[in-house]
């Protein structure tokens, strides 16, 4: 069964930093388009970040020069390192995998994780 | 940005009911058009991609038209488990964007 599983959220402070996973298991993250999108309390659907074949990234300007998206095709892991956190990145934030030849349609995601960002 | 407007916000309707939702950009997005099922505390279930490509397992029931600037998500003969949330998305242009959603509930 194709299914990812996100984990590292957390309550940080802000400015802080906070590592996000997302661990594959039945298709690899190597072989697939794969991104992050969150979703804030009481708000809609966001797209955070993309990491394309080959090793092309993406991301919303509002997380540009803070949050990195990267993957460990040994662990078959896709990440999201967050640094200098705000409030306002307080979200469910899940990862998925983008279908390929679909256009960017994405069909596989996690559960999430949540992340609160507050002092 | 590509703004996404999705209509109506909410619609009440019956098991076996006939159901629209349409999305609207604000640019065209050629067929870069997906729509996307979502329930409360569970993450999104890709439905159609491309605009009119029915994603693999779901129920034929679910149609997509449209292209351009505007599509149309149809449900024909709604069921139970269809009572949800709908999310058209536009992956044409960065940064992708998501509509608000319409909510299906039971009338």
């Known amino acids: 069964e194709e299914q990812l599983v996100e984990s590292g959220g957390g309550l940080m402070q802000p400015g802080g930093s906070l590592r996000l996973s997302c661990a594959a298991s039945g298709f690899t993250v190597s072989g697939n388009h794969m991104t992050w999108v969150r979703q804030a309390p009481g708000k809609g659907l966001e797209w955070v970040s993309t990491i394309y074949i080959p090793e092309i990234t993406d991301y919303a300007d509002s997380v540009k020069g803070r949050f990195a998206i990267s993957r460990d095709t040994i662990k078959n892991t896709l990440y999201l390192q967050m640094r200098s956190l705000r409030p306002e990145d307080t979200a469910l934030y899940y990862c998925a995998r983008i279908v390929l030849g679909s256009g960017y349609a994405m069909d596989v995601w996690g559960q999430g994780t949540t992340v609160t960002v507050s002092s | 940005d590509v703004q996404m407007t999705q209509s109506p916000s909410s619609l009440s309707a019956s098991v076996g009911d006939r159901v629209t939702i349409s999305c609207r950009a604000n640019q065209s997005l050629t067929d870069f058009l997906n729509w996307y099922q979502k329930k409360p505390g569970k993450a999104p279930n890709l439905l159609i991609f491309?605009?009119?490509t029915l994603h693999s397992g779901v129920p034929s029931r679910f149609s997509g038209s449209g292209s351009g600037t505007d599509f149309t998500l149809t449900i024909d003969g709604l069921q139970p488990e269809d009572f949800a949330t709908y999310l058209c998305q536009q992956s044409f242009t960065s940064p992708w964007t998501f509509g608000h959603g319409t909510k299906v509930d039971m009338k």
């Open positions: 491309g605009a009119t």
